[in-house]
């Protein structure tokens, strides 16, 4: 297999497993403190407006629906999860893979908060960092948190890809 194809299926195997440990988490938030999880389908109606030229909603909930956004939406998530687990894997090279470190999958969790204070939050409608939700320094809060499980999920993904593919 040639360095880009083992690259990919390693970003794949770490992505899945890094964004599947981010949604056990908050379905245990939810089941367990009754905290409110995303609803993917409203990120599935972002999306499903872009092919119409909307990339901005004053508030996407009032949206009109989009055909199969809730699975649109789960598949944005995942395949920005495995985005952003290959980009960590490129960077860091072919030495960590074989035994990937805490530290740079955090940083790069704790980054990808980026991508929902300054791009979805004010897309969907809740402005910059959540400053229109109802409660913004919570939302941020959880949002730093839920990213930073990611960051954990990366470092398992990462090991997990390393056994499964291979680190090289």
Known sequence: MDDTAHLLLQAVVAGTVATALLDLWTLALRRLASVPSLDWAMAGRWVGHMRHGRF?????????????????????????GIAFAGVLLAIMGPAWRQAPTLLP???????????????MQPAMGLGIAASRAPSPAH????????????????????WTASAIVGGG
């Open 105 to 119: 999958c955090m940083v790069m969790g704790l980054a990808t908060v980026a991508l929902p204070f300054l791009l």
């Open 56 to 80: 901005v909603h004053d508030a996407i909930a009032r949206a009109t629906p989009v055909r199969g956004e809730r699975m649109l939406g789960w598949g944005l998530h995942y395949a920005t």
């Open 139 to 158: 939302a941020r809060m959880r949002s730093v948190v839920t990213h930073g499980m990611f960051g954990l999920g990366l470092h398992a993904g990462a």
